[in-house]
């Protein structure tokens, strides 16, 4: 590996990204929770709730801080480090991009009304209804920002002459083939990490053995949410694997290590592979990616093979594809034992293996949503815009790429390091109960 | 008026609403900083912090919507500006990053934490200074342009008198700005003692933004000859006006009258100044590679830009003015007796 201006480029990028996704997957589905819970709040005239959404709100603050810093970083540093892409993106892909500011701006005024106007309207509904724009604003930019790396795994809507685009059709570059199904996914995903995360800290609390009544409405309430949203992540990974299969079969085939084109193919999961690029220790489900590209086993499915050697994605990303997938199946089980033991009397669904479990199913959905980007952005190799410009040819000129990685990976262990101590510190000091009592005093 | 002409008005009037309100904040910033080290923090920081705390999100999306708005309008700036600009945006993206979440760190999370409020205030004198490299080197003469690669030259930059004095404009502008409008802030509130002292940061600094703002003319003549004829030739009423301003404010000031119009004379200041010096800049985005004309996106997305911008207006202009609402005009709030 060299490091050159190439390769120092796509690390900042990924650094970049995999540090903001994490507090923009959080500023994505963290909004609905808190709306949720102040709904409910408000309709069973529950304080419960109402403090649950007034805590979430005050820890979301920070991490959309870092959200909107870090979303400003990459913003720039797009141009910065991929100038001649974000020449072509200029020309084709501007009209998202732009969307997605007008989202973020709206986002960021009925923020800041939401979270100083807590009791500052008679009726509470009106409050509650602040909700809605901020919701509005923030799935609505991960929408438009998706439809962009949409763009960049199946371009359309200009034809590249001499370099340069033409016959720009913006709607149509908006609206490509990849965008209903990463659409689909990122949201879907999103709102089930940030469910998952919230019921980890919930059972985490139960853990340390605050079993109030307060805990254990957030974890349940958190819990059916994860389900539900589990529910439909798994629903969209399936439609976007049928998708790969159809528009993007090179992907797909990395992703399971696929290289005959042939119908009844098996599903890999795990194992390894040596240097023929045999499969070792493998776990084999017969037919089952033919089940999984086309809903029936004797589906064709394109092989690796079929695509010149310069052009196929490293094969590692078979690995990122399987925990991405084996984490999203955990997390869905763990929530549905939850529900049915909270259902069935005899059961006690605050027992410790399941408390760990679902503290576990934070962290992990984070994980998964970071391998999936990974195996997402890396199927794609070695394409900035598949089909049309290589990730060499875009990259930056510029001297001293080397020297800005140090500074941004300076820059958000730092970030990340406080943030964590500040949100820990921000609750440690303030215990649910004794916020209740003095916010909502019992009549 | 075509599209190209529309979309850089568009942009620039943009940028000179980031320029007033991050001036607001970046000044406010140094001005906490000041009062915690000068002991007056009690007085003035919970007026800045109730002012800002709901508002500085909307902030940084001011300057977010001009990069994402001139790569789309002008696709080519993204290419030279992007090359160049690799190491001062670099530092400009890292200022603000931790700028903004220390904000969030101190004001959420752990008040009266000085290192955070060090770093706040510090940041926002940085800040201004190195995204005002992007308007110097706009002028021309810091970059080197061969067939496939684009140098920015460092050295030529550092020993500029040009820029110096850019630096120099921008940093004393900022806190001018912000002292005057969080004189105006105060003096809603009715509080007294901060307006005192902010009345007086406002005159302190209101003869440096003048005797700065003659210096970049002065070394614009050195450094770009054309762009000077042009601003003193066809544009020099845009700067008469805007003197005429700087003086109706700074006499409003101190005379303790009628603050918030004094706050508008300052805001007229710098808009005649800043869109003189726009004007006069034209045809060119970046002296000699970029004009106006050559660069603009190619017309059917340029269209559809500006019909999503006109659409989002319509949804913005209501929302801001409700942010407004309650939080700058609504005096209960800005006295504290609303939380």
Redesign the interface.
Known sequence: MELDSVMLSRMLTSMTLIFHIIFATIGVGVPIMISIAEFIGIKRNDSYYLLLARRWARGFTITVAVGVVTGTAIGLQLSLLWPSFMEVAGQVIALPLFMETFAFFFEAIFLGIYLYTWDRFKNQMTHWLLTIPVMIGSSASALFITTVNAFMNTPQGFDLENGKAVNIDPIAAMFNPATPSKVFHVLTSSYMTSAAILAAIAAFAILRGKRGTYERKALRLTMICTFIFAGLTAVAGDVSAKFLAEVQPEKLAAAEWHFETESNADLILFGTLDENNEVKNEIRLPGFLSFLAGSTFDTEVIGLNEFPEDERPPLWVHYMFDLMVSIGFFVFAVAGIYLIMDRIKRFNELNKPLLWMIFAGGPLSMLAIEFGWIFAEVGRQPWILRGYMKVAEAATTGDGVGLTFILFALLYLVLGVICAVVLIKMFKNAPAEAELEQRFPRK | MNLELLGITVLWTFLYGYLIVASIDFGAGFFAYYGKITNKDHIINNLISRYL???W??T??F???F???I??????T??????????P??????L??????F???GN???RDNIIYLFLYGATGLLIPASLSTALTISEGGFLSVDD?????LTKELLTSPYSWSVVALSIVSVLFISAAFLTYYADRANDSEARNILRRFSLFWSPPTIIASLLVFVSLREHNQLHFDKAVGEYWWMFALSLICFGAASLLIYQKQKFGTAFVLVMLQFFFAFFGYGASHLPYILYPYITLQESV??E??AT??VI??IL?LL??IP??Y??MK??LFDADYIKGN??
């Open positions: 705390s709901p508002v999100e909307v940084n999306v300057f977010v919507f990069f994402v708005g790569v789309g309008f002008f696709p080519s993204a290419y030279y500006y992007g090359t160049a600009l690799l190491i945006g670099s530092i400009a993206i890292i603000l990053a931790i700028r903004g979440s904000y969030a760190f959420y999370g752990s496939n690669k684009v140098t920015f996106t190619n059917t997305m559809a830009l999503v911008f989002g949804m913005l929302s801001l409700l942010l309650l939080f609303k939380k």
